[in-house]
C-alpha cells in the first residue's frame, strides 16, 4: 500500500517533547524521510535513514522506528519548529510517496 | 553551489497538456546515482510525488498518474522535462523538482504555481 497516515494537527509547549508519527504498510521495509515545510517554502529534509539528521539540522531532531510506525521527535521545541511536516516513504517499484502531513504548533 | 528552478504556464484550461522544465546547476544528471523527481502540492493540501527521471535515464511514475506523465531529461542543458496531459481543475498546485537524494542530497526548486481553470 502507498498510504502514509499522520496526525493532522499536535500541538506543544516551548521547550517540551513532540512526536509526529507516520503509519503505513511501506515503513516496515524501508526508513522513512522527514521533511519540514513552512508557509510559502519548499519542504527541508529534516532527518533520513535508521539515523541520520542532515548537516545544518539541530539535533532536537531525532527519528525512529517500529514496525509500521516511524517517528520524528522533536526534543525542547523551539518556535522556529512550527511548521508543517512530512513523512516519505517508497515500495519496491521506487514509487515515493508523501504522508498526510502534520502541522506542529508551538505554544 | 546546487541550484532548481522549476518553468512553466502560470495558467491552463482542462483538457490542454502541462509542459514543466526543472533546470539545474550544481550538478550533473549523468553522474553515477543522481536522479531528479517532480513533486506537486495543491493549495492547503499534502505533497505527491509525481516521477523520477535517473542518471541511467531509468524513469519512475506515479501509479495514479503514469497514463498522463512523461518525464525527459536534456543532460548537455541541465534539464528535466515533465509533461503532463489532459489537465482538470484538479491538477492545481504547486510543482516542484527535487533531488530527493541520495542521501543527504535533498535539494529542492521553489516551485512553480500552476492554475487549470476554464
Known amino acids: 500500500s502507498s498510504e502514509l497516515t499522520q496526525d493532522p494537527a499536535v500541538s506543544v509547549a516551548l521547550g517540551q517533547t513532540v512526536r509526529i508519527t507516520c503509519q503505513g504498510v511501506s515503513l516496515t521495509t524501508y526508513y522513512a524521510t522527514w521533511y519540514q515545510q513552512k508557509p510559502g517554502q519548499a519542504p527541508l529534509l529534516v532527518f533520513y535513514g535508521k539515523n541520520t539528521r542532515p548537516s545544518g539540522i539541530p539535533d532536537r531532531f531525532s527519528g525512529s522506528s517500529s514496525g509500521n510506525t516511524a517517528s520524528l521527535t522533536i526534543t525542547g521545541a523551539q518556535a522556529e519548529d512550527e511548521a508543517d511536516y512530512y513523512c516519505?516513504?517508497?515500495?519496491?517499484?521506487?514509487?515515493?510517496?508523501f504522508g498526510t502531513g502534520t502541522k506542529v504548533t508551538v505554544l | 553551489q546546487v541550484t532548481l528552478k522549476e518553468s512553466g504556464p502560470a495558467l491552463l484550461k482542462p483538457t490542454q497538456t502541462l509542459t514543466l522544465t526543472c533546470t539545474f546547476s550544481g550538478f550533473s544528471l549523468s553522474t553515477s546515482g543522481m536522479r531528479l523527481n517532480w513533486i506537486r502540492q495543491p493549495p492547503g493540501k499534502a505533497l505527491e510525488w509525481l516521477a523520477r527521471i535517473d542518471w541511467d535515464d531509468d524513469k519512475f511514475y506515479s501509479t495514479s498518474l503514469k497514463t498522463r506523465l512523461t518525464i525527459s531529461k536534456d543532460t548537455s542543458k541541465n534539464q528535466v522535462v515533465l509533461i503532463m496531459t489532459n489537465v482538470d481543475p484538479v491538477d492545481t498546485a504547486k510543482y516542484y523538482c527535487?533531488?530527493?537524494?541520495?542521501?543527504?542530497?535533498?535539494?529542492w526548486g521553489q516551485g512553480t504555481m500552476v492554475t487549470v481553470s476554464s
Open positions: 527535487a533531488t530527493l537524494g541520495p542521501d543527504a542530497f535533498d535539494i
Open positions: 516519505m516513504s517508497r515500495d519496491t517499484s521506487v514509487n515515493h510517496f
